[in-house]
């Protein structure tokens, strides 16, 4: 039995040389199939349609100089440190974003270009959050008890468990990859914009890993577990509904809808994407639909509309930044009896640009719905 056992283990160990994720599946598999529909695990271009179609288009294709991999593939090691060009591999197809991949992450440097994750040399440390154990390491070991006539195993056989890592508590972690992105024109395509509050509990991972219910482990029996499945976009929008508030006021002529963005960071800030308000009016059986408002950051060259390697300049910028409250202006009257229906959400690519990269998924130009409210007049 014993020898089995070892050859199960070596086969294991075997694997996670190519795929990290296969030993961690094993203790944490409610945390592993949400981690199967999320973003982190269809990273790259083999998964992300979006992705591919910008790096099909890119210049840097041509020269097999694929840049992109530090965020999006960084279990392709080899790849991240420029050793091979990009091809379909078991790590670019079941784990581009690795579970070592951000619990390995020590600090983020950071650089006006984009920030860069600085990783662990110690090969068996996972850093994570748990406030009651903040500022310990948990490391696998057996634990006598009764003159050493008991034996309990503590920690994890497969990885030391850091719990010091403020990074972590408060979601610096994140920043290394997801706070702003400059082209080699020295223009930000992307920028979180990200707002502290120093008075502020919420962070990237209380908003974005919210407790959810179910064991974080198989070996023990905990109520929640931080959701893995990612619901910054069309996993599990309704997660965010509760940092987003819409307020209606009636006017003599017309009327306003007020968006407030509680989040920390802009709403929606890449340049593929669009954000809208829509309204309408229910009145004796009838529906009345208003014009929708559109929130969307453009950027090109010379005024003009251009690629995210080409752009130099921001051509408009109406996405809602953290904290405001967005005033929506409506000259449509109200009348009493009326119920006015208002919602705010979003488009993963904005439909004139999916038509333009040819992207034919439909789940990318649907409108995802974030915030519903209802107002009776």
Same mark, same amino acid.
């Given at each position: 039995m014993k020898i089995i056992s070892a050859l199960i283990a070596l086969t294991v160990t075997l694997s996670c040389a190519q795929l990290e994720n296969a030993t961690c599946q094993k203790c944490h598999p409610k945390i592993f199939k949400e981690y199967e529909g999320s973003f982190h695990k269809n990273a790259s271009i083999y998964n992300d349609s979006v992705h591919k179609a910008i790096w099909d288009l890119h210049p840097a294709k041509k020269k097999g100089n694929y840049k992109c991999a530090k965020c999006h593939t960084p279990a392709d090691h080899d790849l991240v440190a420029g050793k091979t060009t990009l091809n379909k591999n078991d790590i670019q197809v079941k784990e581009p974003v690795s579970c070592l991949s951000c619990h390995q992450i020590e600090s983020i440097e950071k650089h006006s270009k984009s920030n860069k994750n600085v990783m662990t040399k110690e090969p068996k440390t996972f850093f994570t959050a748990d406030k009651e154990k903040k500022g310990t390491k948990l490391v696998y070991q057996d634990k006598k008890s009764f003159f050493g006539m008991l034996k309990t195993r503590i920690?994890?056989?497969? /990885?030391?468990?850091?719990?010091?890592?403020?990074?972590?508590?408060?979601?610096?972690?994140?920043?290394?990859? /997801?706070?702003?992105?400059?082209?080699?024109?020295?223009?930000?395509?992307?920028?979180?914009? &990200?707002?502290?509050?120093?008075?502020?509990?919420?962070?990237?991972?209380?908003?974005?890993?919210?407790?959810?219910r179910g064991s974080f482990v198989n070996q023990k029996d905990s109520k929640t577990h931080a959701y893995h499945g990612t619901t910054a976009l069309k996993m599990k929008p309704d997660m965010l509904s509760k940092y987003i508030e819409l307020t209606l006021e009636k006017q003599e002529k017309g009327f306003k809808v007020f968006v407030k963005n509680l989040a920390n960071h802009t709403l !929606?800030? /890449?340049?593929?994407? *669009?954000?809208?308000?829509? !309204?309408?009016?229910?009145?004796?059986?009838?529906?009345?639909? *208003?014009?929708?408002?559109?929130?969307?950051? &453009?950027?090109?060259?010379?005024?003009?509309?251009?690629?995210?390697? *080409?752009?130099?300049? !921001?051509?408009?910028?109406?996405?809602?930044?953290?904290?405001?409250?967005?005033?929506? !202006?409506?000259?449509?009257?109200?009348?009493?009896?009326?119920?006015?229906?208002?919602?705010?959400?979003? /488009?993963?690519?904005?439909?004139?640009?999916?038509?333009?990269?040819?992207?034919e998924d439909e789940k990318l130009r649907k409108f995802v719905i974030l915030k519903k409210q209802k107002f009776s007049l």
């Open positions: 920690g994890s056989p497969y /990885h030391d468990i850091d719990y010091s890592n403020e990074n972590f508590y408060d979601a610096q972690m994140c920043m290394g990859c /997801h706070s702003h992105k400059q082209n080699a024109n020295n223009f930000a395509i992307c920028d979180l914009e &990200v707002k502290v509050d120093p008075s502020s509990k919420e962070t990237c991972i209380s908003c974005h890993m919210p407790q959810t !929606v800030p /890449h340049p593929l994407r *669009l954000s809208k308000l829509k !309204v309408r009016i229910l009145r004796e059986g009838k529906t009345i639909v *208003l014009d929708e408002k559109l929130f969307v950051r &453009v950027i090109g060259t010379d005024g003009k509309p251009s690629m995210p390697w *080409l752009a130099t300049e !921001v051509i408009k910028d109406t996405a809602i930044k953290a904290f405001e409250k967005r005033e929506v !202006v409506y000259s449509d009257m109200l009348q009493k009896g009326d119920e006015l229906e208002a919602q705010f959400g979003y /488009h993963i690519v904005n439909p004139k640009i999916a038509e333009k990269l040819k992207l």
